[in-house]
């Protein structure tokens, strides 16, 4: 007989149980479930609303539950549709009637509300020590490349050079602000639903603190309606996981095209490359394809959560039972992502002279003879307009600027002197953007002292959650 089939005249049609289950993917929330369950047992006991030694039998019970669910010797059905309701089970099962006690006061709409906040809390620590470590590898190859001069991009077109360290800072900031945003989303997932019964609150006279207390949460929800039917920490998990995966992207992309033939900036590591079937010559980044192509279904998880929402009434409906899979899927693509990036980043073998090679051959400092030209007072339209002249000219002898004799720069304008030579060396360009946030090595440095403050305080935040977390498993 079902738990909840007191009302039902027959059974219930096998297609339905098997439809409607979500033991499939929910029983990965069976540790949370028992520690809420422990946690609310607990409670109605220090309440008075349960007699003690039948609550030290539930709680003594679960433990059992926990550890034959761990083991495999727990059997979990579609029957019993949903974790909640097989672990009730099976703690009937193991302790007999008392067990029943348990559900008194709660429903299982506060219940996987906040099974579901039990595990993205974890999650999200998990994935902000993750990040951090990618923030790592990042870093290490930004100090170790402070002198690697490479061509800078707009348009893809070759723009003004930039230390390959600048270019690997610009990735540790975008995922600086995710770790950001995961802190800041976790104030939000850090409330205890529990208490809100099925959607009204319940008669029983429950202290909603001390279960809250109990599971490390920083308070409780405030409206029972919203306690059940909020999935907005989901979304905003997904969405932050969208942008993560945003920019990991971005940066695969980058590797992608470094480590062609076509650019040559980078090689992957033997390790962390794969080859082809038939080409005996490849070498592939399959890595970084594979993580860019992960981005789809994690945007795709957002578009599914936010339309499976959109439009539901007030308070809980089956519809919610749809937050699981994509939020699972979304922690085990990024985990898995951002577990593999951080070696693969620290391995990558930068090919410093290529890159030299390349900034040599473009016109990367044309802007810095134009910006040379307003320092003897030439107003900048018309310095644009010289040096595009001079490109131009280039372009058609088949050389770039430094190829070029003082003669031939004094022919498009005599304020050209021979100090002009230092100022369009791929280095001085370089240093010469001695602005806060700019690419000269100094700059560099500062923005690396700015992003290990940063990583720090990051790391002191994961281990205060990480802390609380234990105690609260112990
Ligand atoms: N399996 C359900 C879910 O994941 C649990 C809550 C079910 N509540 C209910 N009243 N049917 O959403």
């Known amino acids: 007989m079902k738990l909840w089939g007191g009302r039902f005249t027959k059974p219930t049609n ?41 609550a030290d039998t539930i709680a003594a019970g679960l433990q059992t539950v926990a550890k034959k669910i761990e083991d495999g010797t727990a059997v979990l059905t579609a029957e019993n549709e ?19 006690k348990l559900h008194t006061g709660r429903s299982r709409n506060d219940q996987v509300a906040l099974d579901m906040r039990l595990y993205l809390r974890e999650a999200i620590i998990e994935i902000t020590e993750l990040i951090v470590g990618v923030q790592e590898s990042l870093l290490n ?11 800078g991009y707009t348009h893809l077109q070759r723009a003004q050079p930039v230390l390959f360290g600048h ?20 104030k939000r997932v850090n409330k205890s639903p529990l208490g809100a019964g099925a959607l009204a609150g319940t008669t029983f006279p429950i202290d909603r603190h001390l279960v809250a207390d109990k599971l490390g ?38 590797i992608v095209q470094w480590s062609s033939a076509e650019f040559n900036f980078v090689e992957l590591d033997d390790a962390f490359s794969t080859g082809s079937s038939m080409m005996p010559q490849k070498k592939n980044p399959d890595v970084a394809e594979l993580v860019r192509g992960k981005t789809g279904r994690v945007y795709g998880h957002l578009m599914g959560m936010l339309t499976t929402l959109k439009g539901l009434p007030l308070a809980y409906n089956k519809d919610m039972q749809e937050d699981k899979e994509g939020m699972f899927d979304t922690v085990e693509t990024l985990r898995g992502a951002l ?26 400092n044309a802007t810095d003879l134009a910006d040379y030209l307003v320092g003897k007072g030439m107003p900048f339209r018309e310095s644009h307009a010289v040096v595009g002249q001079v490109v131009l000219a280039c372009i058609n002898d088949n050389k770039y600027l430094l190829d070029m004799s003082l003669e031939e720069f ?25 602005v806060a946030g700019g690419t000269a090595k100094n700059r560099v440095e500062e923005q690396i002292t700015t992003a290990v403050a940063a990583m720090k305080e990051s790391n002191n935040w994961i281990q205060l959650q990480v802390k609380t977390i234990r105690v609260l498993s112990e």
């Open 82 to 100: 949903d974790i909640h309701m097989n672990v009730e089970k099976l703690l009937i099962e193991e302790i007999g009637a008392v067990g029943g």
């Open 14 to 54: 096998q297609l339905v149980d098997e439809y409607t289950a979500s033991i499939y993917f929910d029983k990965k929330l069976a540790s949370f479930d028992i520690q809420g369950s422990i946690a609310h047992v607990e409670m109605l006991k220090a309440c008075g609303i349960i007699p003690e030694a039948d």
């Open 217 to 254: 949460f920083t308070g409780i929800s405030e409206n029972s309606l919203d306690a059940v039917s909020d999935r907005d920490f989901v979304v905003e998990f997904l969405a932050n996981a969208s942008l993560i995966s945003t920019h990991l992207s971005r940066l695969c992309e980058e």
């Open 339 to 364: 577990a593999l990036f951080a070696p693969m980043i620290e391995t990558i073998q930068v090919k410093k002279e290529k890159m030299d090679a390349a900034v040599r051959e473009d016109f990367s």
């Open 167 to 186: 270019h690997m800072m610009a990735y540790v900031f975008m995922f600086q602000r995710d770790v950001e945003r995961l802190m800041d989303s976790f």
């Open 141 to 151: 190859q930004a100090k170790a490349n402070l002198d690697t001069v490479m061509p």
């Open 410 to 434: 004094q022919s498009f304008s005599n304020l050209i002197e021979s100090d002009i030579f230092n100022v369009l060396h791929p280095e001085t360009v370089v240093n010469a953007r001695d």
